[in-house]
């Protein structure tokens, strides 16, 4: 008899992703945050070229507006609509959808914890998102220590290397016997390549590392800080070799981040991805106006397979894809 009715996850691991929730909810009540539900389903979707959104097509009246949802990559847009109508802090705990992300450690509906912080920038909500990450590590009695570093220094002091300078075939080179087809892989593809098959692997599994002040052209919807050289705002928090937040001090100009998503739809085009619209009620909302703010989004399942030692997003999910 088939067993493909069994759940991938055992009873501790779902007790676990309980007493994480409930942690979520009482970290941000006790700091005034407020908890707030959006739709998953919306009229555009993510354009980041290297993002891959479901879609579907509504059976029922529209009124005219397309017919076309896109089941939401995140609850970003939505919340930063609730900001400038002026809700204040908030978060989201839910379910968020990628597809063609399937295997071990990736499943396409996952849960992502995302919330915004007004007046506040990218590093202060770094040292927040610290907090909520060791709150959750003592939840099965264990802590990290904590380093931080920016991502020029990370390259230079761990490959040789200047991200930032550095040309592409000294990139190529730092990534050493890794077989990769080069054609067509520019400056990021190079850097991230670095990061997932060079850097990643050789976190220390008890650490926290938190890299910040990224390439500007990784700004992806982040502030970009005028120097030399210009750096995007952002940073990404890992716990060994898994990422498990990303967060932004966060973009406020509409027509800047016009032109971030319009070059996407471009990048699309090129590489022959489908066409995703351009949520024209969130730059609407830009320009009305954002409040200054930063933002994080943190996968939950990554955390509590960090939690429970183990590699395999299966066991933490009640049931997986393959059993869905």
């Keep these: 008899m088939s067993q493909q009715w069994r759940p991938t996850a055992t009873y501790p691991a779902l007790q676990l992703r309980a007493r994480f929730n409930r942690l979520v909810r009482e970290f941000f009540h006790a700091r005034g945050v407020l908890e707030v539900e959006t739709p998953v389903l919306s009229v555009a979707g993510n354009t980041e070229p290297n993002i891959a959104s479901f879609s579907l097509r509504f059976s029922g009246r529209t009124d005219g507006a397309p017919p076309t949802r896109w089941l939401r990559t995140s609850p970003e847009f939505a919340l930063k609509r609730l900001l400038v109508a002026g809700i204040g802090d908030c978060y989201e ?162 027509s800047e981040q016009r032109a971030r998503f319009e070059r996407d739809v471009a990048v699309r085009a090129q590489r022959g991805l489908p066409a995703v619209p351009i949520d024209e009620a969130l730059l609407a909302a830009l320009a009305h106006g954002m409040p200054a703010c930063a933002g994080v989004a943190v996968g939950v399942d990554r955390l509590l397979m960090a939690l429970l030692d183990t590699d395999r997003i299966a066991e933490v999910l009640a049931f997986d894809f393959a059993h869905a």
């Design 93 to 254: 705990l839910g379910r968020v959808f990628r597809d063609g992300e399937a295997g071990s450690r990736h499943n396409p509906e996952f849960t992502l914890l995302e919330w915004y912080r007004v007046g506040w920038d990218h590093l202060r909500l770094l040292e927040e998102t610290i907090e909520l990450v060791q709150a959750a590590l003592a939840l099965v009695g264990r802590t990290a220590r904590v380093e931080r570093v920016s991502f020029r220094d990370l390259y230079w002091q761990q490959l040789q290397v200047d991200p930032f300078q550095a040309d592409l075939d000294t990139l190529a080179q730092a990534l050493g016997d890794v077989q990769i087809d080069p054609t067509g892989l520019g400056r990021d593809d190079w850097l991230d390549l670095l990061m997932t098959h060079r850097l990643q692997p050789a976190f220390a599994p008890d650490r926290l590392l938190a890299v910040y002040d990224w390439p500007a052209s990784q700004a992806a919807l982040a502030r970009i800080r005028a120097g030399d050289p210009p750096v995007a705002e952002r940073f990404e928090l890992y716990l060994g070799p898994l990422e498990l937040a990303n967060g932004y001090h966060e973009l406020c100009d509409a």
